[in-house]
């Protein structure tokens, strides 16, 4: 809820009286703070180091088998003999080759998809680098910006933090002035700014994250397989080994380095090179092929998990569908007069600094009015499903409004719940607008509502979305959507 004290100035350009804020930290004393070290400095790892990579793919049961085997005929026989130990540069090179690609990949994908944090530094509000944050910074947040260190409220508006990544909560907290944020949680309502109290290592995230990054390999049933099958041949290859030997030297009277040559030769057949090299090589070709789908594999056995997908769970908004929506029709209700509820809709976009997509598709259809003023305003949360504000209208007269899910603003049996109902069936986004009679900050204030209109937005559809969808039914895939919207509305999609 946002209310208005007597020591609040006017910014000239909006009729809005815009409360005290915060300036923040001065440029000197955020260099003060660098030099202390106290910055958000937490390395970025977005995979496995190059040394990892390539530990992993030379230090392998198939290669130490071969190498070492390799390694004796080099020795005792002639250059042309020991060629099979080639084998392993192909298939150690095949792996190191794409999981450096991938990285190089992944690593520049880290520093793109990277949050940038606006900070509030001498009075000025500029977006940063995560690691650019020092201690005692002013943060500011709105719906959907994720918190990145810890801290303090310094402001709130309405402001409702999930914190259900740290505690299992799965509620949105209301958070005040004075109370504590956590970096790990998100905003998903209202707004506010916060100052830094732990950055780097001692943010509470952060210790989540080391405790918690380990690397794991792709379960891969190919190669559990192949391994299983060289570990059984690597026993069976000792008394194979000792018998040949005492064959060589014994029976055909050989001497010792044409007997261990001739020894190497009789069980280099057992270990089956051209099932692991032909494994790496119809990995490496489905790499290829995905990637010219525009598609990142980090390991070659991710492949094979792929293939073996049979339910794909995927979210609504930006898979299906766009983030962007259009207001498609205004159905009035009441006998109410089109102009106004236009002017109040303007007046409600104009009222939130942070809308989200469905109250920015009514900010593009319907132009705010200057007359209006707002004196209070009720951020969208996802709990309450609606929004609201109050106005000082052009004639001196005041009134509050609500915007949000109709099945919530109106009790059940409504007959506008019918109407709600045939829009959604035609797969639109159906918000309500109704005259509040009460306080926006009483829990109880959609009570008793009058429902003046109903704006049905229509979601833009992705033009690969039906073909998508087409090809995981045809190869027996299971789609499941996962949303937060109406169901109805959401099959109709």
Known sequence: MTHIDAGAELDPVHPVPMPQRARGLTTGEVAERVARGEVNDIPVRSSRS????????????????????WLIMLFVAPFQDSLFGYVILANTGIGIIQELRAKKTLDSLAVIGEAKPTVRRDGRATEISTSAIVLGDLIEIGPGDKIV?????????????????????ADPVVKHHGDQVMSGSFVVAGGGAFTATKVGREAYAAQLAEEASRFTLVHSELRTGISTILKYVTWMMVPTAIGLVISQLVVKENDFKDSVARTVGGIIPMVPEGLVLLTSVAFAIGVIRLGRKQCLVQELPAIEGL?????????????????????????????ADEGYVRKVLGALGESDPRPNASLQAIIDAYPDSEEWRCTESLPFSSARKYS????????????AWLLGAPDVLLPAGHPVLAETEELNHRGLRVLLLARARGDLDDPAVKKGAEAVALVAMEQRLRPDAADTLRYFSDQGVHAKVISGDNAVSVGAV
């Open 50 to 69: 190059t040394t990892e990579i390539i530990r992993a793919n030379v230090f392998t049961r198939f290669n130490a088998i071969i190498g070492i085997l």
């Open 307 to 335: 293939a073996r997908v049979d339910t794909v769970c995927l979210d609504k908004t930006g898979t299906l569908t766009e983030g962007g929506m259009d207001v498609t029709e205004l159905r009035l209700l009441g006998g």
């Open 388 to 399: 609201g504000a109050a106005f000082s209208e052009g004639d001196g007269t005041t009134s």
């Open 149 to 169: 260190v810890d801290g303090v409220c310094a402001e709130a508006d309405g402001l409702e933090i999930d914190e259900s990544l740290l505690t299992g909560e």
